[in-house]
C-alpha cells in the first residue's frame, strides 16, 4: 500500500494555523500579567523611589494579592513594613513566607534573616536572638553573629558574648581579642562585687594577657590591687602600663598620686609622671604632678609651664585659683566664671557619636561602641 503524501501536504497549513494560535494565546496571556502584577510593582517601585513609603506600601500590597506566589515581593514589602517601623506586620509578611512550602533554601535563609531583623528592631530580644542562632551554616551567619553579640553586650550577658566573638575571631572577620578583654574586665567587676576578689584579680590577668596593648585590664589591676592592700604591686602595674599602653596612662594618673602618697613612693611616681607628661602633655597627669609636688611654688609653676606648651583655660582657672588677689570678693567672681567655662572642657568625648561624659567610659552608653572614648579631656582633643 502507497503512502498518499496528500494528507502530509494538507497537514502543513492546519498545524501551522494551530501553532499560530497557541503563540496568540501565550501572548495574550502575558499580556494579562503584565498588566496586573508588574505594573503595580513598578508603580510601587516609583513611589518608593520618590519616597513616598505609604502610596509604595499600597502598591505592593496590590502586587502581592494578584501575584500571592512571588517571594521578591513578600520581601519589598516587608522591608517597607520594617523601615516605617510597623514591626508587627513586617514579622506577618516574613513569617507568611516561611511558612510557604514552595520556598527554595536560599530564599527560606533571606526570610530568616529579614524576620530576625524584624525581632531586632522591634525590640524582642529574646525572640531575635532565637532566629538568629538559626542562621548558624548560612550565608547569613556572620552578620547573624555581630547581632547576637549586640544583643549579648547590651544584655551584659558576658558569658555568651565571649562565646560569640570568639567564633568571630576565628573566623575572617578580624581580631576580636581586645573586646574579649573588656568582657573579662566586666565580668571581673562583677566578682568583686561580689566579693570574689581572688577570682576577680585571676580574671583581670587573663585580660591583660588577652590584649597586651589595652589599657584597661591594667588599670582594673591596680585598682582591685590598691583596695586589697597591695600598693607596690598597684604600683608595677602602673609602670608597667605607662611602657605598654600609654595611651591610657593619663586615666590612671591620679590612682598613681594617691599609691605614691600612701606608699611612700612619690620620688618614683612623680618621675614616671614628669615622663609621661614630657612626651604627651595631659590635664591629668599634670593635676598628679602638682599633687605629688612638696613644694607649693614648683607645684603652682607647673600650670604656667603647661600655659606655655599649649592655650589650656583649665590650667589658668587651676593657676588663678591659687593666687591671692587683692581684692577677694573679684577673685571669687573670676573664679566663679572660670569653674563655670571650663566644666563642659573636663569632660570626656566618645569619638564614635559625640556622647559626652564627665568621667571616661570603655563602652559608649550613647552607640555601645567600644574603646570610642579618648584618655583626654575634651579641650585637649
Request: charged share 25%.
Amino acid at each position: 500500500m502507497e503512502f498518499d503524501f496528500t494528507w502530509v501536504l494538507l497537514g502543513f497549513p492546519i498545524a501551522f494555523t494551530l501553532g499560530w494560535l497557541a503563540s496568540r494565546l501565550d501572548l495574550r496571556q502575558l499580556r494579562i500579567e503584565n498588566r496586573q502584577a508588574p505594573k503595580a510593582y513598578f508603580k510601587g517601585l516609583n513611589f518608593l523611589l520618590n519616597e513616598q513609603q505609604d502610596q509604595a506600601i499600597d502598591a505592593f500590597i496590590e502586587a502581592v494579592q494578584n501575584d500571592p506566589d512571588t517571594s521578591e515581593l513578600h520581601f519589598a514589602l516587608g522591608n517597607l513594613f520594617r523601615r516605617r517601623g510597623e514591626y508587627e506586620r513586617a514579622v506577618r509578611v516574613h513569617e507568611h513566607l516561611m511558612s510557604r512550602g514552595d520556598l527554595t533554601q536560599p530564599e527560606r535563609d533571606r526570610a530568616q534573616h529579614a524576620l530576625a531583623l524584624d525581632f531586632l528592631k522591634a525590640g524582642l530580644l529574646d525572640r531575635a536572638e532565637t532566629a538568629l542562632r538559626k542562621l548558624e551554616g548560612t550565608p547569613f551567619e556572620e552578620e547573624a553573629r555581630l547581632a547576637l553579640l549586640s544583643i549579648y553586650e547590651r544584655s551584659r550577658d558576658w558569658g555568651n558574648a565571649t562565646e560569640i566573638a570568639a567564633r568571630l575571631g576565628s573566623s575572617s572577620h578580624g581580631s576580636f581579642s581586645t573586646r574579649q578583654a573588656h568582657y573579662l574586665c566586666e565580668q571581673a567587676s562583677a566578682l568583686a562585687a561580689t566579693g570574689d576578689t581572688g577570682q576577680a584579680l585571676s580574671t583581670l590577668m587573663d585580660a591583660a594577657a588577652m590584649a597586651p596593648a589595652s589599657a584597661r585590664p591594667l588599670i582594673d589591676i591596680a585598682k582591685l590591687q590598691t583596695q586589697l592592700g597591695q600598693p607596690q604591686d598597684a604600683f608595677q602595674t602602673l609602670l608597667k602600663l605607662e611602657k605598654t599602653a600609654p595611651q591610657g596612662f593619663p586615666l590612671a594618673a591620679g590612682l598613681l598620686a594617691n599609691i605614691a602618697l600612701s606608699s611612700a613612693q612619690q620620688p618614683d611616681a612623680l618621675a614616671l609622671l614628669k615622663a609621661s607628661y614630657a612626651q604627651t602633655p595631659s590635664i591629668d597627669v599634670l593635676e598628679a604632678i602638682v599633687k605629688l609636688e612638696k613644694d607649693p611654688v614648683l607645684a603652682r609653676h607647673w600650670y604656667v609651664e603647661h600655659l606655655e606648651r599649649q592655650v589650656s583655660l583649665v590650667a589658668a582657672s587651676k593657676w588663678i585659683g591659687g593666687e591671692k588677689l587683692q581684692n577677694e570678693h573679684q577673685h571669687a567672681l573670676m573664679q566663679r566664671a572660670l569653674d563655670l567655662a571650663t566644666k563642659p572642657l573636663m569632660r570626656y568625648r566618645c569619638a564614635a557619636c559625640g556622647f559626652e561624659a564627665t568621667q571616661h567610659f570603655w563602652h559608649c552608653p550613647g552607640c555601645q561602641a567600644w574603646d570610642s572614648y579618648p584618655a583626654r579631656r575634651i579641650e585637649e582633643l
